[in-house]
């Protein structure tokens, strides 16, 4: 089983870039998939980005060319750089990922992070 614990929330001035940080901890045999979703205020969860353990990422449009995501296997730690932050980008962000524990595939999430983008 693996517990996610997100970091890295709180007021952004707009145009801001802040870091989120997702540590996880347990025990983790191999890493499928990471990612970040958000969920704006009175909108549905939405994709922000996700990362393979290999390496190969992929990023919802809202996002596409200002984010970055990046996946430390040593440490278990995913990170998401957002750059240029808007008002629109105000949403509880939470970390999700796909593991394989020694028999079989399970699904963790976070509690979730607030980011506030306002002047």
């Known amino acids: 089983q693996v517990q996610l614990v997100e970091s890295g929330g709180g007021l952004v001035q707009p145009g801001g870039s802040p870091r989120l940080s997702c540590a996880a901890s347990?025990?983790?045999?191999?890493?499928?998939?990471m990612g970040w979703y958000r969920q704006p205020p009175g909108k549905p969860r939405e994709l922000v980005a996700f990362?393979?353990?290999?390496?190969?990422?992929d990023y919802g449009d809202s996002v596409k060319g200002r984010s970055t995501i990046s996946l430390d296997n040593a440490q278990n730690t995913l990170s998401l750089h957002m750059n240029n932050l808007k008002p629109e980008d105000t949403a509880t962000y939470y970390c999700?990922?796909?593991?394989?524990?020694?028999?079989?595939?399970?699904?963790?999430w976070g509690q979730g992070t607030q980011v506030t983008v306002s002047s």
């Open positions: 999700n990922g796909h593991f394989y524990d020694d028999t079989m595939k399970y699904e963790a």
């Open positions: 347990g025990t983790i045999f191999s890493i499928n998939t």
């Open positions: 990362i393979t353990e290999s390496g190969l990422t």
